[in-house]
């Protein structure tokens, strides 16, 4: 049996505010010519997902659509195509559409694999909770990884009532400006509804993934966008701050003033997974003096001419944010570097390099070079 591409269209306007546009139904042809029918994964569980189609949530089996590649299993977020309703009981997913954007972090384990936390997002909410000191080494990771997955960041500052100083909690959002070049900052309360117009203003078009650490506020943010409690949330420990994974798994909603919201769970790590142009983004003020350096490799360390060493000098460019900037790139290199051969090259050049340079400099210390 085989549904025409009109019937697709025509059937698939409940989808729409899932994001179903004319771009997905294009990419969809295909499958509608084989009788599929189109929907958007709304959860993924221990080899089964819940599917958003235009008559419904369904339940499928995903074993058809996993790959050994972890970058490319199924994800909450993912345009899929699903057997028709009465086709067959399991109804499967039989393929994916081409992922639009998608927030990827390397894991914890020891063979540093990717793990796809959200697909096609437009927005990545990175929720920080004011009830703790500022960890903007952090921030600037999360940042790192929603720049590179192609989605628009904001910041959100929660539990904003715990800073009932007007004048400390603008300090707070200036500190987090500084290290967030282009990216929206909203201190924001879920207990009094300071900030909850702007960030519903930023989340109603498009897909918005929640980030953040466990504790940082993501579920009671989620149930106040969506309108109802849709998420359970427990309270964080005074002593830190840190809260228990209440989310264990991705969920996708429909938010009431338009748009869809990803909620993930706290994430313990925040790897970067081959996110060099997403720390570029970053630091792009550190990057843009790098290119008024002297010399086009310049490691900004002790070499002449350098616009970056001038700028921690002249106190334009505080230490704590080369720092910064140097830890995630190189580990963004490591990461890298494990399934590139040329990039290993490189970087086991740098190290005879610099080993090279070392040797020099304690000889001529020793005044055994003249």
Known sequence: MSFPLSHVTSSSSSLEAHGWDSGWAE?????????????????????QCDVATAD??????????????PLRVICTGDWAAIDPEGARDPRYVRACLPR?????????????????????VDHAVITV????ELDLGRIERFLALAWESGAQP??????????????????????VETVAPGV????????????????????????TVLLGVSGAGKSTLANALVGEDVMDVQAARDIDGKGRHTTTTRNLFVLPTGGVLIDTPGLRGVGLWDAETGVGQVFSEIEELAGNCRFHDCAHESEPGCAVAAAIEDGSLPVRRLESYRKLIRENQRIVAKTDARVRSEILKDWKRKGA?????????RGRVR
């Open 184 to 207: 929206q900052v909203v201190p924001l309360s879920s207990t009094t509804g300071e900030g909850l117009d702007v960030l519903s203003a930023v989340v109603a078009g498009g897909t």
């Open 100 to 120: 639009r954007t998608a927030f990827a972090r390397s894991t914890s384990s020891k063979r540093s694999e990717g793990q796809i936390l959200a697909a096609n």
């Open 129 to 132: 909770s004011l009830a703790v």
């Open 56 to 69: 419904g949530i369904v339940r499928a089996d995903t074993a058809f659509v996993t790959p050994h590649d």
């Open 27 to 47: 990419s969809f042809a295909p499958y509608a010519a084989q009788g599929l029918v189109p929907g958007r994964v709304t959860r993924v569980d221990r080899g």
């Open 154 to 175: 904001t910041v959100v500052l929660s539990k904003a009532d715990l800073v009932p100083d007007p004048v400390g909690l603008s300090y707070l959002v200036e500190d």
């Open 357 to 365: 340079e070392g040797r020099h400099a304690m000889e001529m210390k």
